[in-house]
């Protein structure tokens, strides 16, 4: 591996370091998934919708801030986003006393750019993603913010690590861990940390078919972009992936799985209706991989779904979500 991971030291450390600012969130067990598969299977949910910010990414956020020079916070950061992501920025940079001009997708939902606003940063509009990390590198070349990538980089994994620590924690014997997949950040850091403490387990992320980035580079062996992302999980749509996240992907992921927008609209609709959670797209897709492509592979085995987040609002959830 070219670049090094994160140790289970510095995992453990971080999590310390930023039990002020983030929440050590439940993990459940999911009786209403149980009865729906009614395959003896133990499901558990990894709560991340709980975390401050409303999504796993303020603990990389935080990393990543916490760990910038006294001239670096003074000029600031910068982050690109559809929504998430750029919240968390703004929440680390805040909490850090200092100032976050983010980039956001036009399309994204106007919840989490008020989110975004109310932490205090400035939100600039970009019509699609590849335009909008061009916006980002403008301001960080012109006004000399630091960039707080969405994905990449060893601070990143080092916080997302942090989730795979308090499941191995929470959880004494589990054989598999499922993760949403954008540009791999999240399934990165868990699978480095679940790997070094529970080596056994297997690790599977889920894509959509309209943001597959992960799949291709996987396949091609290196990190590759795709020309377009469309799908209703917005959270999940990375145009490419990058050096430090695919590495840890190739190294630390066993599989992975991919789910359609239609999948994630019944799913949403599912976990409303047997465990009363109403969650944005990206959040349901770890449940849509097991109870569709996962299914039979996981038969019988003690799983946990890691429901990485939930930033949406009742209007943009009661027109995706299927419910019955």
Known sequence: MTHSAPNLDAITQLRASLAHDIVRTPLMRCAGLESLLDDGSMVYGKLEFLQRTGTFKARGALAVIRGLSREQLAAGVTAVSAGNHAIATAFAAKAAGTSAKVVMI?????????????????????????????????????????????????????????????????????????????????????GNAVKQLRPACEVIGVETNGADSMHRSLEAGEPVSIDRVDTIADSLGAPFALPYSFELCQRYVDRMAMVSDLNLQQTMGLLFKHMKLAVEPACAASTAALLGPLRELLRGKRIVLVFCGSNIDWDTYSKLAILN
């Open 106 to 190: 036009a399309s994204a939902n106007a919840y989490r750019i008020n989110a975004c606003r109310s932490y205090g940063a400035d939100v600039v509009l970009a019509d699609d993603a590849h335009t909008a990390f061009e916006m980002a590198e403008r301001i960080k070349q012109q006004e000399g913010r630091f960039f707080v990538h969405p994905f990449d980089g060893e601070a990143i994994a080092t916080g997302t690590g942090t989730v795979g620590l308090e499941i191995c924690e929470q959880c004494d014997n589990f054989d598999a861990v499922v993760v949403s997949v954008g540009g791999g950040g999240l399934i990165g850091g868990i």
